[in-house]
């Protein structure tokens, strides 16, 4: 048996169930699958062995109602109908979806206390970045979600003045901080107004506010504590509570809710939002994430790790439980920044005629990327390096579950998710 992963998305509000299967191998190869669906399970059974996924914790499958069943490549995939009722009733309290609420802060607060004193090291090389910085006032940085007017209040215009911090100032945003350039300079190294870690090159961030700034990737930096001199603790800036990805998805859903004026979420039903994650890399390119979140809380049951084959019992049978999470159902798509951007229609005319269609195609994806960045409704997000990569990982994994009748659509976005705990 090569059955890899089981993922059945539930959709209790529409009573159907879409199960998608990953194989290690492409299904032409398996001369024999036979799906049984029961009420409280799914049974993929080959010759020898069969694989059964336990469904009757979640609901009850109505046995005999598979339909759309896609078979391609790795991939197979159909549809059940399901009732809410589980088949089996579960008395256990830790399924009790109440207890396992968790808050999710969208721009968590950095482990740093005003009066308490820190150097910033580089993550890579441990290397002191900064001289020591004693922290006098911890503030978020306004951002997208966070009005300048309500960072300084009794303050002109002149915001790119107020807004450099001061040698006692740690500023925080989604992921990044922001200190004086003056804490700095003797440890960093520039080029272009990117930052990097002088000893070990790593990319740091880059120069803002006319170089009295910078803006710091959190995943780069940690923090030492001087309690005193002797006993020097180091600590990430933040503590992760979630998974740096799903923490970003949530900050993308909370930038893009419209909001009434008593702060209640406006159109609540609206379909799916669309921002535009740019990323710098270490080589001082572009890179860009086109993001359209379809679901935002879509229950899913899956394995987390690969089916264990082998571990079957005497009758040849592989049992498999499968965990709830939830997850954001989204299409995606890369896009690397071009020379010209758009206007590239004069030069196309020089290329030789085996590149017409590579051209052509450059052309359309710089026009598709300038739209999106000129689209006042689409959200641009900055994140690291290191994050963007995170991300586009994980939903080049993801969509590997889907068929590609379903992964790839006409304009050359792919469909994923992100998982994650509820
Ligand atoms: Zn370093
Ligand atoms: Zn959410």
Same mark, same amino acid.
């Given at each position: 048996m090569s059955l890899r992963y089981v993922c059945v998305e539930v959709r209790h509000n529409l009573r159907c169930a879409n199960v998608f299967l990953q194989f290690?191998?492409?299904?032409?190869?398996?001369e024999f699958l036979k799906i049984v669906v029961e009420n409280d399970a799914l049974t993929f059974r080959e010759y020898s062995t069969a694989t059964r996924v336990a469904l009757g914790k979640f609901f009850t499958a109505e046995a005999?109602?598979?339909?759309n069943l896609t078979v391609e490549e790795c991939n197979a995939s159909f549809r059940l109908t399901i009732t809410s009722e589980p088949a089996q009733v579960t008395?256990?309290?830790? /399924?009790n979806p109440i207890n396992n609420k968790r808050k999710i802060y969208i721009t968590p607060k950095p482990?740093?206390?005003?009066?308490s004193q820190h150097i910033v090291l580089?993550?890579?090389?441990?290397? /002191?970045?900064?001289?020591?910085l004693q922290c006098q006032r911890v503030r978020e940085f306004p951002s997208g979600s966070i009005d300048v007017n309500e960072f300084?209040?009794?303050?002109?215009?002149k915001f790119d003045e107020v807004l450099v911090?001061?040698?006692?100032d740690f500023f925080y945003g989604f992921q990044f901080v922001v200190l004086n350039s003056e804490l700095a300079q003797q440890q960093v190294k520039m080029k272009d107004k990117h930052v990097y870690?002088?000893?070990?090159?790593q990319y740091l961030g880059e120069n803002v506010l006319n170089d009295n700034a910078m803006k710091l990737w959190m995943d780069t930096l940690l923090l030492k504590c001087q309690?005193?001199?002797k006993d020097d603790t180091i600590i990430n800036i933040v503590n992760e509570k979630v998974t740096p990805t799903c923490q970003l998805l949530h900050k993308i859903i909370e930038d893009t809710v419209v909001t009434d004026v008593a702060g209640e979420p406006l159109?609540?039903?609206?379909?799916f939002c669309k921002v535009l994650l740019e990323a710098t890399f270490p080589c001082r390119k572009r890179k860009y994430l086109l993001l359209q979140v379809l679901e935002k809380h879509l229950q899913v049951l899956r394995n987390t790790k690969p089916l264990a084959h082998g571990s079957h019992n005497n009758n040849n049978v592989l049992q498999v439980q499968l965990e709830q999470c939830k997850s954001f159902k989204l299409l995606y798509r890369l896009l690397d920044e071009t020379e010209? /951007?758009?206007?590239g229609d004069d030069k196309?005319? /020089?290329?030789d005629s085996g590149e017409t269609s590579s051209a052509s195609s450059t052309s359309s994806d710089s026009m598709l990327l300038k739209n999106w960045k000129e689209d006042m409704s689409i959200h641009v997000l900055k994140v690291s390096p290191t994050l963007f990569g995170t991300l586009l990982d994980e939903l080049d994994e993801n969509a590997l579950l889907l068929p590609e009748l379903y992964r790839?659509?006409?304009?050359?976005f792919q469909l994923s998710y992100i998982f994650y705990e509820d």
């Amino acid at each position: 048996m090569s059955l890899r992963y089981v993922c059945v998305e539930v959709r209790h509000n529409l009573r159907c169930a879409n199960v998608f299967l990953q194989f290690d191998h492409s299904l032409t190869e398996t001369e024999f699958l036979k799906i049984v669906v029961e009420n409280d399970a799914l049974t993929f059974r080959e010759y020898s062995t069969a694989t059964r996924v336990a469904l009757g914790k979640f609901f009850t499958a109505e046995a005999r109602t598979i339909s759309n069943l896609t078979v391609e490549e790795c991939n197979a995939s159909f549809r059940l109908t399901i009732t809410s009722e589980p088949a089996q009733v579960t008395t256990d309290s830790t /399924e009790n979806p109440i207890n396992n609420k968790r808050k999710i802060y969208i721009t968590p607060k950095p482990n740093i206390e005003e009066g308490s004193q820190h150097i910033v090291l580089c993550k890579n090389c441990k290397c /002191e970045l900064s001289t020591i910085l004693q922290c006098q006032r911890v503030r978020e940085f306004p951002s997208g979600s966070i009005d300048v007017n309500e960072f300084f209040c009794h303050h002109g215009p002149k915001f790119d003045e107020v807004l450099v911090p001061q040698l006692t100032d740690f500023f925080y945003g989604f992921q990044f901080v922001v200190l004086n350039s003056e804490l700095a300079q003797q440890q960093v190294k520039m080029k272009d107004k990117h930052v990097y870690c002088r000893r070990c090159l790593q990319y740091l961030g880059e120069n803002v506010l006319n170089d009295n700034a910078m803006k710091l990737w959190m995943d780069t930096l940690l923090l030492k504590c001087q309690i005193n001199d002797k006993d020097d603790t180091i600590i990430n800036i933040v503590n992760e509570k979630v998974t740096p990805t799903c923490q970003l998805l949530h900050k993308i859903i909370e930038d893009t809710v419209v909001t009434d004026v008593a702060g209640e979420p406006l159109l609540q039903q609206i379909h799916f939002c669309k921002v535009l994650l740019e990323a710098t890399f270490p080589c001082r390119k572009r890179k860009y994430l086109l993001l359209q979140v379809l679901e935002k809380h879509l229950q899913v049951l899956r394995n987390t790790k690969p089916l264990a084959h082998g571990s079957h019992n005497n009758n040849n049978v592989l049992q498999v439980q499968l965990e709830q999470c939830k997850s954001f159902k989204l299409l995606y798509r890369l896009l690397d920044e071009t020379e010209d /951007e758009g206007g590239g229609d004069d030069k196309r005319g /020089e290329k030789d005629s085996g590149e017409t269609s590579s051209a052509s195609s450059t052309s359309s994806d710089s026009m598709l990327l300038k739209n999106w960045k000129e689209d006042m409704s689409i959200h641009v997000l900055k994140v690291s390096p290191t994050l963007f990569g995170t991300l586009l990982d994980e939903l080049d994994e993801n969509a590997l579950l889907l068929p590609e009748l379903y992964r790839y659509t006409h304009d050359h976005f792919q469909l994923s998710y992100i998982f994650y705990e509820d």
